[in-house]
């Protein structure tokens, strides 16, 4: 049975936690990657393609959440996609009143349990190019092969892959070229 967690403004923690359970985040999760010795909090805030990425999610307080149990699969947009953002979104996401557009976003770029690449690869192989990862919300994340390269969510202007991830102690952080459009 596939549980379902709503999400509500303010409720990123929360939807973490009670995640942290294996027999709560449902049946079908998958951990298949090599621990790193540091949290999703921790990791994210090394990748310097994620630079904004991490003062925004530090901006809106949500750095708990990363570092806590459970598994997690996050793909976080690089900077340059924060930078293309419509004129001032990115000051809106950095400042206090900008947690709400925070967590909105965060919580269509978070699959649970922890997949690394290789797995990732195998299952798009497996499944004919396409796949769907259970996400935090109750929408799921669609990945696909198209044309060599791996897509997340729907349409020709998904993001991709940009070739970044790194393993941590409770999951794996992939660097993708832009946002994942909310799923209808």
């Known amino acids: 049975m596939k549980r379902t967690i709503g999400f509500a403004l303010g409720a990123l923690t929360l939807l973490l936690a009670g995640c942290s359970d ?22 994210i805030g090394t990748i310097d393609a994620l630079s904004i990425a991490s003062e925004v999610i530090g901006n809106a307080e ?3 959440p990363f570092g806590g149990a459970g598994a997690y699969t996050i793909f976080l947009p690089r900077n340059e996609a924060f930078e293309d953002l419509p ?7 950095r400042s206090e009143e900008g947690r709400e557009g925070v967590i909105a976003i965060l919580s269509t770029h978070i699959a649970t349990g922890a997949i690394a690449r290789e797995d990732l690869d195998t299952a798009l192989e497996i499944n004919g190019g396409s796949l769907e990862l259970t996400s935090v ?19 020709d202007d998904a993001p991709r892959l940009t070739g970044i991830s790194k393993s941590a102690s409770n999951g794996v952080v992939y660097v993708i070229d832009g946002f994942i459009p909310p799923r209808s």
């Open 22 to 43: 294996p027999d709560a985040a449902g049946e079908g999760e998958q951990t298949t990657a090599k621990a790193g010795d540091s949290t999703l909090g921790a990791v």
């Open 62 to 64: 949500l750095e708990d």
């Open 87 to 93: 004129e001032g979104e990115l000051e809106r996401l």
């Open 137 to 155: 919300t109750d929408k799921p994340i669609l990945l696909r092969e198209v044309d060599g390269q791996i897509l997340v969510g729907d349409g």
